[in-house]
């Protein structure tokens, strides 16, 4: 009987394929719809997390912010060096704290110049930004004390500076940074875009010492990076390393903080909820389409009805069961509205594919979306296609067969 019904059903389908196809059109907008919100979304929050987390491990920057209580408008003092050793040595759950200063600057070296980000720190910088060599060595101990003319060059220093291969090139080279000239004793493992948009691979790294004393001619620190241990609690964390700044910057009870402090943690947490939030919104927007669709397979179902009121007649009268009758045109709105989900996730999976290449985010398959996609589809055929098939069913054979 059921096999008997699917097949006059999808008889009835391709006798009527344009109208069919008009039918089942808002079914296969809300599927595909939300398919690829919900894809693009997932693939957008797992994009921020990544970017997040290639700022560094469990990371706390400290950042110097402006004097917002007595004295308010003048301008922070910037870190000390000592900061960042003292952090370390007082606080538990610090796995690495390292004092960062930047600047922009030209730097020269093979006939080249690029412009680019100059950073000062200490070989726990490596630890704090999650930072590998693809080639030499990291800072010596005498080359951080006495400045020394060393340098680390990010990937696309290298590329602009030396040319060649990826990883290839450039190690024992000299650059020259403003006045002075230092060899490059190693290249950075690539890490591509960050949040926003920006270059991590970007960055000459030469020892604090050197950046304070060669580039800058400032012994001021403009960002601490801390690094939690795993399983460390960051509030309490935070808590106390804002005590402990706050009493080396000899701040009073009456004074408000004049640094900040960015959890990484939090901050991708918080990215990552606001899009989940965007990505079930516009979900939701896109599934009033399947509603749509719902309806417009209930008015061509009535139609339907309508022109086959002598065929559904002439059943009745040799002995077909309401039931049957009313199986019959159910079976018929369920296998139009499967088709529109199917064509729904086959346009779904080629949009987001497409759509995850040019916003430059991984396109992550999620079967649960597309899954529940189709069976909410088909639903919306048995809720919508019942008052039809159930009005089919109680026809009057003898009014039926009459009917012109």
């Not at 402006?66 to 370390?88: N, S, T, V």
């Not at 040319?163 to 000299?174: E, R, S």
């Not at 959890?263 to 509603?291: F, R, Y």
């Not at 899954?371 to 089919?392: D, H, K, N, T």
Request: hydrophobic residues 45%; contains cysteine; charged residues 15%.
């Amino acid at each position: 009987m059921l096999l008997n019904s699917l097949w006059l059903a999808l008889r009835s389908i391709r006798r009527n394929l344009l109208r069919s196809f008009l039918t089942i059109l808002g079914i296969v907008i809300g599927v595909s719809a939300v398919i690829t919100m919900v894809t693009l979304g997932k693939g957008a929050t797992q994009a921020v997390q990544t970017q997040i987390a290639g700022l560094g491990s469990n990371l706390l920057m400290v950042r110097t912010g402006q004097r917002q209580g007595h004295g308010g408008g003048a301008g922070a003092p910037a870190f000390k060096e000592a900061d960042a050793a003292a952090i370390l040595a007082e606080l538990g759950g610090v796995a690495a704290a390292a004092p960062e200063g930047r600047t922009n600057v030209t730097v020269v070296g093979n006939g080249r110049n690029w412009a680019t980000n100059v950073t000062g720190s200490t070989n726990a910088w490596f630890t704090t930004g999650n930072w590998k060599l693809a080639s030499g060595r990291t800072f010596e101990a005498e080359d951080q004390s006495v400045g020394g003319a060393v340098c680390i060059v990010g990937e696309t220093v290298r590329r602009e500076i030396f040319g060649g291969a990826v990883g290839a090139g450039g190690l024992g080279a000299q650059l020259r940074i403003k006045q002075f000239s230092c060899e490059v004793i190693g290249v950075l493992a690539s890490k591509g875009q960050a949040a926003m948009g920006n270059d991590q691979d970007d960055v000459v790294l030469v020892p604090l010492h050197t950046l304070q004393r060669r580039v800058t001619g400032t012994q001021s620190v403009a960002t601490l990076l801390v690094s939690m241990q795993e399983g460390t609690d960051s509030t309490r964390l935070k808590a106390s390393l804002t005590q402990l700044l706050r009493e080396r910057r000899k701040l009073t009870a009456g004074d408000d903080d004049n640094f900040n402090v960015l959890d990484t943690q939090q901050l991708a947490e918080t990215l990552s909820g606001t899009t989940q939030v965007m990505t079930t919104l516009l979900g939701a927007v896109a599934a009033v389409s399947l509603l749509v669709g719902g309806i417009g397979i209930m008015n061509i179902m009535l139609v339907s009805v309508t022109e086959r009121t002598r065929e559904i007649g002439l059943r009745l009268a040799i002995g077909a069961l309401e039931r049957e009758v009313l199986l019959q045109f159910l079976i018929e709105a369920v296998v139009l509205a499967a088709l529109g989900g199917i064509v729904g996730i086959v346009i779904a999976t080629g949009a987001s594919i497409a759509l995850a290449s040019v916003m430059g985010v991984p396109y992550l398959f999620d079967p649960t979306i597309n899954l529940l996609s189709f069976l909410f589809s088909a639903g919306i055929g048995v809720l919508f296609g019942y008052f039809p098939a159930r009005r089919a069913a109680r026809m009057d054979p003898i009014e039926a067969l009459r009917h012109e």
